[in-house]
């Protein structure tokens, strides 16, 4: 069974700096399919660093690479990436009402591929 | 593309040059007044209208980032009042705060050409200069707010009043204002930095500041006269809306001597009664002294009844007035320089205070006996829209309308004043002086306001009609700087309108006082604080004259 | 060889974020139109202008993906815009207020619906503001005088990185001459982020809880009780929620700062609308601020210029001849996931690469305008691209700072490629000829602030 996780999309300088060199550089491509998790969320789960998995929910899927976070730093069952092409893939198009997708906090399945 | 008209055969206004509906043909060559045109010009035929100079507002907020803070605020006003744009005018909106394309469009269409916005800060100059090549028609300026300026203060605190004349011209250079703007002066910084504490008594020395506010007020009229800038300091005193503040405006009266000095909306400045409870009338204190004092100048922030916003940069005032209305509220503040705050507003009839200051700003104009001296205005949009003035204008001039709009707002507040004694009615030529020739005059514009020869070709056209209100909302044609703009009522054209600032001159050296201080409190850079010249329109150097 | 023919522009201007550090020191060589040093920048401000250069082989207009003459661009984009029924326009946060000033001619002559990137920002703070109103300040006011700082919801160390040392953390000012040691700082946020190093106090909240702790502390300063749950719903115990009350209230200056955890989030227009309340009750006790901390360089300038050019800041639409506002409706991620649009003009943003999906695969349907300074998922499938010279590095004009304060930018050096304000200029004068054929007396009236000259045709 896939855990159900909380996804929170969000900025961070490497995506700052890299979002400069260029959308279509590696770099970028990296930073933003890279996902922050809870290392004892990662333990429990038999992840390791480097791993590729798959977020998935109702609206699409995207494939990630999983590196630990300290567990003092993200709460159980939080994962972090940074915005870019992978996130949108997740997010909802409705706005209710108000011109913004809910773009953080989005609960996803994960689960490791290959 | 400025045409040759000749406009025949209409009654002319000119009251600066003494001319009170006699029949004239008026010409117009290169955007100005001309005695007898080189070329064959476009006659157009104005018999039985009345021809005036285009009205011109001393007092008005329409320009800057509080106006447009307003103007975000409040999508309920903008929703109701649409307006729309034709293939030469741009779209936009109205309510009590317009956005600017439809600003512009409106003040043409009640005929005046000419609107100075009364409260920009330093800081946001930049803006409100942008906002302005936006505002079409009508030319404009502003005041700039330096009655708080925490460095100015501290050059008086040490008594370096010759380096403090020199700072007050650096910053109006520096920022292409018109002239100097005091709101609340002393008061922000109980304001900001007492915990939203207020200055109550004008010899009240902040301990922060350790400098009164009639001193800042002395300060200032006295540089700005010996700058000789074209307009005094325009002064909003302290205490506006608090019961018994009309001993405030009188001391500040007091203190300019027989100096030059501007009081804006001096209705607000006009009450009697203890503070914290119900004001009473105090015009005939404030319209007396005005009245034996030549060297002075007011325009009076009439409250009209209906839909206002009140926007100031006496914070402390807006915070009060927020305690009645408990609604949406905005504050911000200004480093080192200001401060606004905003409140969504609306004067009702049975309401014995707002029925007071409406009666209290029609006693002022009736009081008042010199007509070139006090000027109409509703402080807009903080006493209502400038769309008002048609419906101000008919109060003044017919006394059976003004009997029958008594009857309709509170008596209790009615019986408090002198307005039901007062008979007297405004004639075309006296509105003529309080909407243009006069306003035109305590701004030193010397070619605005009248139609003599050499004059900028800002002219008004109404057809004459008993209903007062009716005529002065529809002018028949309107040019502004020789362009035909409003033609039979229908809009022919867009213009930008110019930006009128002045150039004080200064002892550069005061740059080397100013940098330090800005480097150590402000949070961007000195250099980048002067607005340049690129930001300038088509614009005009009102010059000083020291 | 580099190294002869070098400039330095002092006090220029990062256009990064929404910080619009103003005191860079740029050391330009000419010869390699590159910038070698940027004194004073954040490790966001130098990638900004490190990663900066012309890539002088790249067409300055492609229609269908090859290369055109800017004119025959220009044609094509203002037939594709007059041609559509329902275009958009969107964008805006990365350009010069006198580009936006432009793109809402361009939406006002076509009637057409235009939007920036406020709409995904902070546009749910722009509904609460017109619901609560706000008490707010420069950033030098911060400086000058806060001595209690709360960052909720967002992490500028990582986003604005100078924004605690120029204006609110270890800034000194006036009556803070000690910097962070004449002030507590505090971050609220659902994860330990990296600007909690910064903080003396993290408050850690349940994720989609921040309006239910933001409500408790409502109540609180006005002496109400609180649910005794209230550290179950929202993960903080109510000694920690009082203690904080107690601070706010004894404060002699507070300053509330938030980001996109709030308006992101569920609750969005209502997490902002909390806040400002309470900022704004809180000045029945002290001085008290509010401020949402904007992303882009110029997105308060969008907000400013649509503002004074229509009365309301963001989704707008122009097709009964006049602005109506109305997100949700007007706004771009609806009109393109509704497929509610037929043409859409893209300025300096990039809604190909991080939209939601549904509104992405729209947009690829549609003919496309986009002008940008590089390559981009937007400009790839773009009808029409153009490629424009950089804001602040090979463009003056201005911009506005998160707290509305307007900033002049300095060139740096020239760039091949025209401005977004020349391109935007020439796309107006052609779609109002074709819009109005008889009628050109609109266009009497002088055109923007910046030089007009169409430069790329001498």
Not at chain 2, 513 to 540: C, G, M, R, T
Not at chain 3, 118 to 127: A, F, L, N, Q
Not at chain 3, 190 to 198: E, G, I, L
């Amino acid at each position: 069974m896939p855990e159900t996780m909380l996804l929170v999309p969000g900025r961070s300088s490497k995506q700052g700096t890299s979002l400069n060199k260029g959308k279509f550089e590696d770099e970028y491509q990296e930073i933003t399919s890279l996902v922050e998790m809870n290392e004892e969320d990662m333990v429990r789960l038999g992840f390791n660093n480097g791993d590729k998995l798959r977020l998935k929910n109702p609206v699409g899927e995207t494939i990630v690479t999983c590196k630990s976070k300290k567990a003092t730093d993200l709460p159980h069952g939080m994962i972090f990436i940074a915005y870019g092409p992978g996130s949108s893939r997740l997010m909802e198009s409705d706005t209710a009402g108000s011109g913004m997708p809910l773009s953080k906090h989005l609960p996803v399945q994960v689960e490791k591929i290959g | 593309m400025t045409e040759c008209l000749q406009l025949a055969g209409g009654k002319v206004y000119d009251p600066a040059n003494n001319i009170d509906g006699d029949i004239k043909d008026i010409y117009i060559e290169q955007g100005r007044i001309v005695e007898t045109p080189s070329a064959t010009p476009r006659k157009i035929n104005v018999s039985g209208m009345a021809v005036m100079p285009g009205g011109v507002d001393i007092h008005c907020h329409i320009a800057g980032p509080k106006v447009n803070l307003a103007r975000k605020l409040q999508p309920e006003d903008h929703r109701l009042d649409p307006h729309p744009g034709t293939e030469q005018t741009r779209s936009g909106v109205g309510g009590s705060v317009p956005s600017t394309f439809a600003t512009g469009y409106r003040y043409a269409t009640l005929g005046y050409t000419t609107a100075m916005e009364a409260a920009v800060s330093p800081i946001g100059a930049r803006h409100a200069i942008e906002e302005f090549h936006d505002t079409p028609v009508i030319d404009k300026g502003f005041y700039v707010l330096l009655g708080n300026n925490i460095f100015l203060q501290q050059l008086l605190r040490e008594g370096r009043k010759e380096e403090f004349r020199h700072a007050v011209a650096w910053w109006i250079n520096a920022t292409k204002a018109y002239t100097t703007k005091l709101v609340n002066p002393g008061g922000d910084e109980p304001w900001k930095g007492k915990k939203n504490s207020r200055v109550g008594n004008i010899d009240e020395k902040s301990d922060v500041i350790e400098v009164s506010p009639r001193q800042v007020i002395d300060a200032f009229i006295g540089a700005v006269n010996e700058l000789g800038l074209p307009h005094p300091p325009h002064i909003h005193c302290n205490n506006l809306g608090h019961s018994g503040n009309f001993d405030t405006t009188l001391e500040t009266m007091k203190t300019a001597g027989d100096r030059r000095v501007h009081l804006a909306h001096i209705q607000f400045h006009s009450y009697g009664g203890e503070p914290g409870k119900n004001p009473k009338s105090a015009s005939r204190q404030i319209a007396e002294y005005v009245n034996s004092h030549p060297n002075i100048t007011c325009d009076v922030g009439q409250v009209m009844f209906g839909k206002s916003t009140i926007m100031t940069a006496d914070s402390a005032l807006a915070y009060t007035l927020r305690g009645f209305k408990k609604a949406k509220w905005v504050n911000a503040d200004t480093e080192c320089e200001s401060g606004c705050g905003i409140l969504p507003f609306s004067y009702q009839e049975h309401i014995y205070v707002h029925a007071l200051q409406w009666a209290i700003g029609l006693e002022l104009f009736l009081l008042s006996e010199d007509p070139w001296r006090i000027v109409l205005s509703t402080d807009h949009p903080n006493g209502g829209s400038f769309m008002n003035y048609p419906k101000l204008i008919r109060l003044l001039m017919d006394r059976e309308f003004r009997k029958e709009e008594i009857k309709r707002v509170n008596q209790k507040a009615v019986k408090r004043t002198l307005l039901n004694e007062l008979d007297r009615e405004y004639t075309l030529n006296e509105i003529a002086i309080i909407t243009r020739a006069g306003p035109a005059r305590a701004l030193g514009l010397k070619n605005k306001g009248h139609m003599g020869p050499g004059a900028d070709a800002d002219i008004t056209i109404y057809d004459e009609m008993e209903d007062k209100e009716a005529m002065f909302n529809a002018p028949r044609y309107v040019v502004k700087s020789g362009n035909l703009i409003i033609e039979n009522h229908e809009f022919r054209r867009d213009y930008t309108g110019k930006f009128l600032h002045t150039e004080p001159g200064y002892d550069a050296s005061i740059v080397d006082q100013v940098k330090p201080f800005f480097e150590n409190y402000y949070s961007i850079e000195f250099d980048n604080y002067a607005v340049d010249d690129s930001y300038l329109h088509d614009h005009e150097v009102i010059a000083s004259s020291p | 060889m580099s190294g002869e023919n070098v400039k330095i522009v002092e006090n220029a201007t990062c256009t990064f974020c929404g910080c619009v550090c103003d005191d860079m020191v740029l050391t330009v060589d000419l010869d390699q139109k590159r910038i070698t040093k940027a004194k004073n920048a954040c490790i966001l401000g130098r990638a900004w202008y490190a990663e900066h250069y012309i890539e002088e082989d790249a067409p300055a207009a492609m229609i269908d993906g090859k290369p055109a003459s800017i004119d025959e661009a220009v044609e094509e984009a203002a037939k594709t815009l007059v041609d559509a029924k329902f275009p958009i326009t969107y964008g805006l946060s990365d350009t010069t207020c006198e580009a936006q000033k432009q793109a809402v001619a361009i939406a006002d002559i076509i009637k057409g619906s235009i939007d920036t990137t406020t709409s995904v920002c902070h546009g749910p703070s722009g509904i609460a503001f017109q619901g609560v109103g706000e008490s707010t300040m420069t950033l030098g006011e911060v400086k000058n005088r806060a001595d209690l700082v709360i960052y909720w919801g967002g992490n500028p160390a990582e986003s604005h990185p100078r924004h605690f040392g120029r204006y609110a953390v270890t800034a000194k000012g006036m009556f803070t001459p000690r910097g962070k040691k004449d002030r507590t700082v505090v971050v609220v946020d659902v994860r330990k982020t990296p600007s909690v190093p910064a903080a003396n106090q993290f408050i850690q909240v349940k994720p989609g809880k921040d309006f239910e702790l933001l409500w408790a502390l409502r109540a609180l300063v006005k002496n109400r009780k609180i649910s005794p749950n209230i550290e179950e719903i929202t993960g903080v115990s109510l000694e920690t929620i009082q203690a904080l009350v107690d601070k706010m209230k004894n404060c002699r200056y507070g300053a509330l700062f938030f980001g996109m955890g709030l308006t992101m989030t569920r609750g969005r227009h209502f997490n902002s609308g909390a806040l400002i309340a309470l900022a704004t009750d809180l000045n029945e006790y002290t001085h008290f601020v509010a401020k949402p901390v904007r992303g882009h360089g110029n997105v308060t300038g969008a907000d400013n210029v649509m503002s004074w050019q229509t009365g309301y800041p963001f989704g707008v639409n122009f097709s009964r001849g006049f602005p109506r506002f109305n997100p949700g409706e007007f706004t771009t991620v609806d009109l393109l996931a509704k497929k509610d649009v037929d043409a859409a003009l893209i300025i300096a943003s990039d809604p190909a690469s991080n939209f939601p999906q549904a509104a992405i695969d729209h947009l690829a349907g549609i003919p496309v305008v986009s002008l940008d300074t590089k390559a981009t998922m937007t400009s790839k499938l773009a009808h029409v691209a153009f490629r424009t010279a950089t804001y602040g590095i090979n463009t003056a004009g201005t911009v506005y700072r998160m707290d509305d304060v307007p900033i002049t930018l300095r060139k740096a050096f020239d760039s091949p490629f025209p401005t977004d304000e020349e391109i935007l200029t020439a796309i107006k004068k052609r779609v109002r000829a074709l819009k109005f054929p008889k009628n050109q007396a609109g266009d009497k009236v002088p055109p923007g602030r910046a030089s007009q000259k169409e430069h790329w045709k001498h």
